[in-house]
């Protein structure tokens, strides 16, 4: 143990020189300290109106505005937003550039004169909108003012698909954008009750019949086809049933057209009740079947 | 018109006295009894004149409170227009063909329709069987016409 005191003096001679040259090095400082006091002391009394000056215009205030400002900017956007800041960048100059083009600071400052008149000019109300509305000048500006929104909207939606949507979503609006009610299959053959199996149209050589049992093929009709279909509804044929059917077929080679119960009986010179009596279930359509004349259109 | 067809029965209330109210309920019947197809019209209220003998063929269109009218209401209820309207709506029916209330009501009847007059609508305008057309079957009440409808799809037009 007697190493110690040894020992401990040895290192309280090195803290001492230490000391020592902190102490100069201190005393070093201070005499610079002095002169830089007297260096900033005449800075001050120099600087002190300007910065007096600065301050009463409020230059200070709005810095530390600005530094807000940079604070918020910093804090607000994440490292993912610059880096979208980058890809963009392209865009945001072509922007800039599109902006700042003469022609749109013409407009702009064409805009901002009006703000500046705006104490002069008149409210204005419905009647005074048609009125302005039929000024060539605020047509034509209301055209850009459509097209602008037209734009927009086509811009939020392609934002709000997933996919990037056709161009023109104006007219080939996307799902979900525009409800469409659901349109009804065209000329869908299941619409018409076709009355089911069609009482045996009987098999007269191959004739062809519609899904409601008319002949499809006028020509391809025969008296003994008329048989057929007449004993298929329950009707034996008289002669007052050959002068409607013959009629009605010579009508359809006049007139092309198949004619409904009210030109038959005017036409064949029948009352309307003997057709009924003739052809009890309906006797437009019966009759029409079994002279292998297509079905008569019409509410008569 | 195949006898597979279930059997099917109508009954239409015909409750509007206008030129243009009472053709649903005429065409309908018709096309029933063009189908095949057991038909009834029961006329009633103001309907009641489609089948009045001196005023069937002096049936209106009135354009008042018809929100397809392409006539602005104010102009509609001017005098002369309801004339003008109904003018219009015959010239309209003879162009397509189709033939005018007294004429359907013949046809009707030939084919077959039954046609009821309202026993409660006749007492309260004042009518008697012989202020009805020959086509009428009958004058009848409600309860009678649920009586005759038994089975029957029941339309009010």
Redesign the interface.
Known sequence: MDTLPSDLADRLGRVEAKLDRLLRAQEAVDELVDDGMHIVRELTHATTPTLLELERKGWFAKGAELWHVVDEVVEGYSVEDVRLLAENVVTILDTVRTITQPDVMELASRAVEAVHEADGLEPVGPLAMLRASRDEDVQRGLAVVVEVVRRVGEATARLQTPHPAPRRVASKPTPGHVVRRPVAAPAAPAATPS?????APPAGGGVAYDA??FLVDRSAWTPELAEQLAAS??ITLTEDHWRILRWIREEVDRSGASP???RIALGADV???TL?ELF???????AA?LAGVPKPAG?? | ?????PERKMALICAKGGLDECYPAL?LA??A????IDCMIFFTFYGLDVVTEDRVDHLHVNMVGNPSSPMPPFIAGLPGMELLASSMMRRKLDEL???GPREMLG?LH???CTMYGCELAMRMFGRTREDLLPVVEDVITATDFYDLTAGAHIVFV
């Open positions: 009355p089911a199996p069609v009482a409601q049992g509804v329950g409904n119960v009210r009352p309307i009740r009924y009890p279930k309906g006797p437009g359509k019966t079947r509410c008569i | 018109m195949t006898d597979t067809v065409i018709n096309a009894r063009m189908s095949g063909d189709l033939p046809i030939e084919a077959g």
